[in-house]
């Protein structure tokens, strides 16, 4: 379907639904999670709160994602029978309905790397249906953090796999704008992981971290919390379940806030928006979370300015 087509439909499909609204019919917004998890419940409940304020009439059919193929197709043709805007919560929902739905609008949120994960061309315009809420914390504001609670940072250390190679060249570009350098190692299986760190223990004063399924399995998280922990090397997890485990720090952003974030671009898209021409959203809502006790262990002293800003403190 060519672009002016697709857009006329889009048009047709927002005076369907504010005509609705006008006359006092429900809306009724269709919506697939990846899973049951709470941080998508939190992420679901944000979203409803901010149709709730503003339309009247609104309700919500759930779908939930399973392992499945049968149901989960059985799901995809419900989704496509309808005329309302889709919500995804999650990556595998959301590129599940991507590859298939092209001709309706889709909202996502709890998604990493919409670009990176082939979701949307760019964060604005997406050049398609889709646009949302991502988790992606800026690149600027995580290397300004490590740089504050290591002060003369000047080499800093990250893996990679090809999944997460775009992302971390693009960080090399933030990193040296705030005069660090990014030393990055990539490795194509979990096996290399242990010589890559002895090489960046003597090369680097800390270890920054990118989220990638194949470095970051339940088995090399052990070791890479160990190895920091083991050579005094300050290590930022991908969440504060990292800082619970012994990483130094990490940032988190609010899952209700995403939520709220996809809910305003869902209503503009009602307004009139094309999808693809509203911004994709990044974390606004932004909580540092701190390993007191692995600070002491690695003999780095945490300013007192970072702990009052604290959300969470293990001591």
Do not use: H
């Not at 409803?48 to 939930?64: A, G, R, S």
């Not at 194949?214 to 190895?227: A, G, R």
């Amino acid at each position: 379907m060519s672009l002016k087509k697709l857009k006329a439909l889009f048009f047709c499909l927002i005076i369907f639904f504010l005509g609705s609204v006008a006359q006092g019919a429900t809306l009724t917004i269709q919506v697939i999670k990846s899973g049951e998890l709470k941080a998508y419940e939190e992420a679901y409940s944000g979203f409803q709160k901010v149709l709730k304020e503003q339309l009247k009439q609104v309700q919500f059919k759930e779908y939930i994602l399973k392992n499945n193929s049968e149901e989960n197709e059985k799901t995809l043709t419900e989704l496509q029978k309808s005329s309302s805007l889709i919500l995804t919560i999650g990556t595998e929902a959301t590129k599940l309905v991507s590859q298939r739905i092209k001709d309706k609008p889709v909202i996502f949120c709890m998604v990493l790397d919409p670009v990176g994960s082939g979701l949307v061309e760019n964060l604005v315009p997406s050049g398609n249906n889709l646009s949302g809420s991502s988790l992606d914390i800026p690149v600027k504001e995580q290397l300004e953090k490590f740089r504050l609670l290591v002060p003369g940072l000047k080499n800093l250390g990250v893996l990679y796999t090809s999944e997460t190679e775009r992302k971390v060249k693009t960080a090399e570009v933030v990193a040296k704008s705030l005069g660090i350098n990014l030393v990055s190692v990539k490795v194509s299986s979990e096996k290399e992981i242990p010589q890559s760190l002895e090489w960046l223990k003597e090369q680097t004063q800390g270890l920054w971290s990118v989220p990638d399924g194949d470095i970051f399995s339940p088995s090399s998280t052990e070791q890479i919390l160990l190895f920091t922990l083991r050579n005094g090397i300050p290590f930022m997890g991908l969440s504060s379940v990292y800082v619970r485990a012994g990483a130094l720090f990490a940032l988190d952003c609010d899952y209700a806030d995403i939520g709220r974030q996809a809910g305003e671009i869902a209503l503009l898209v009602l307004s009139g928006k094309d999808p693809s021409e509203v911004p994709i959203g990044t974390p606004r809502k932004i909580y540092l979370s701190l390993n007191q006790k692995t600070a002491e262990r690695i003999g780095l002293q945490i300013p007192e300015s970072l702990l009052t800003i604290t959300e969470e403190i293990i001591r």
